[in-house]
């Protein structure tokens, strides 16, 4: 969103409160006839009556800043993507697939309901519903459903296989129940920051000529998770899009698939595209890093040491957060430096280049504090 963020900064009325009380003192004495000296009460009255006049020129100004895309929030943003016509993406629900146990085999089929509940232990009213019945053959003791969580929002996700254990809904002959998969997709209303930058590409969509611009656009409305989107031609009438989650995670094969259904809808996309959806290809990498901390700085030396780990989790998240962004040891030297270190020696990673589709991600990591340092 380059060519928003790069637009000056405008002001629609002035609000600079010395030439505004000025011009209000100056008309007065002009009308009047006189002049008005400090500590004059009617002086005093008409700087008190400029600061409320000030006040509302700010307000003015603010409110009418608003009505522009890239100052614009909240409800009012939301306006602005209808007259484009794109609603802001409502909370997701995470997901996940449980298994039931029955207690022994049956002679009859075995009905879980659709909405039957489950939920991981001391979960404190966090709950996931099956999302249709499941039929446990007879004979059989086990069966799959997927279930959906009943509060929208990350809060579901990252519960890990065997976590969500409890059966809230008690069913005869069912012994036990356990989610088989890290529960995910679940994702918050979508940002003010991510809306407007879908408002602004919202154009691209205007053309199913089949532009790069508006395959990241639909891409991007297929989920509030989706930050980042790779669109490529690798043949003739064959499109490939990568999508790029929040926080650098890749999407669930559910994600890729509203991707593909949003992309490749027949309003969408001309006749002859065959569009295909994958995960980014990871470029794993190590870190392995020595620092110095300058010896006039001895006393913060171990708030200094932690300053460098919370750095080096910031170059590794900004690293993943990007499709094609290189791998650069140049940025994560900046970071620790900029921590408190006195100067770093980087043995690894070196600067490695990305294709488009791809995601660098760290595999090891490996500080090493080489003590203080006269330099």
């Not at 919202?202 to 790779?230: C, K, M, N, Q, T």
Request: glycine fraction near 6%.
């Amino acid at each position: 969103m380059s060519d928003l963020t790069s637009l000056p900064d405008i002001q629609f009325i002035n609000v600079d409160a010395e030439k505004t009380t000025n011009e209000i003192i100056t008309i007065y004495e002009a009308l009047a006839e006189r002049s008005l000296y400090p500590g004059d009460p009617i002086r005093l009255f008409l700087t008190a009556l400029a600061q409320i006049i000030i006040q509302q020129r700010v307000l003015i100004n603010q409110t009418a800043l608003k009505n522009l895309l890239r100052y614009a929030s909240g409800d009012i943003l939301d306006h602005i993507g209808a007259f484009y016509k794109v609603p802001r993406l409502a909370a997701q629900a995470s997901r996940t697939t449980v298994q039931f146990t029955l207690s022994t085999a049956l002679s009859s089929v075995t009905l879980i309901p659709a909405g039957t509940r489950v939920g991981p232990a001391g979960a404190n009213g966090l709950f996931y519903e099956t999302v249709g019945p499941l039929e446990i053959k007879a004979g059989s003791l086990t069966g799959s459903v997927e279930a959906i969580c009943t509060t929208a929002g990350v809060i579901g996700n990252d519960f890990l296989p065997g976590q969500i254990n409890t059966l809230i809904d008690p069913i005869p002959f069912v012994q036990s129940v356990s989610n088989v998969n890290t529960t995910s997709g679940g994702a918050e209303r979508e940002s003010d920051d991510h809306y407007r930058e879908r408002i602004y590409n919202a154009p691209e969509s205007f053309s199913v000529a089949g532009p790069d611009g508006a395959y990241r656009f639909l891409a991007a409305s297929a989920h509030p998770l989706i930050v980042d989107v790779s669109v490529d031609s690798p043949n003739p009438g064959v499109v490939k899009i990568v999508p790029l989650l929040e926080g650098g995670e890749l999407p669930s094969q559910e994600i890729l698939d509203s991707v593909l259904a949003k992309c490749s809808a027949s309003d969408k996309r001309p006749l002859t595209d065959l569009v295909t959806v994958v995960e980014p290809n990871v470029r794993k990498y190590d870190i392995s890093l020595t620092y110095w901390i300058s010896v006039s700085r001895a006393a913060e030396a171990q708030t200094i040491q932690t300053t460098v780990k919370q750095a080096v989790e910031n170059y590794i998240l900004w690293q993943k957060s990007k499709l094609g962004r290189d791998v650069n040891p140049s940025e994560l030297t900046r970071l620790v430096m900029q921590a408190g270190a006195h100067h770093v020696k980087v043995d690894s990673p070196e600067y490695t280049e990305l294709q488009n589709d791809q995601v660098a991600v760290a595999e090891s990591v490996s500080l090493t504090y080489g003590g203080l340092t006269n330099g």
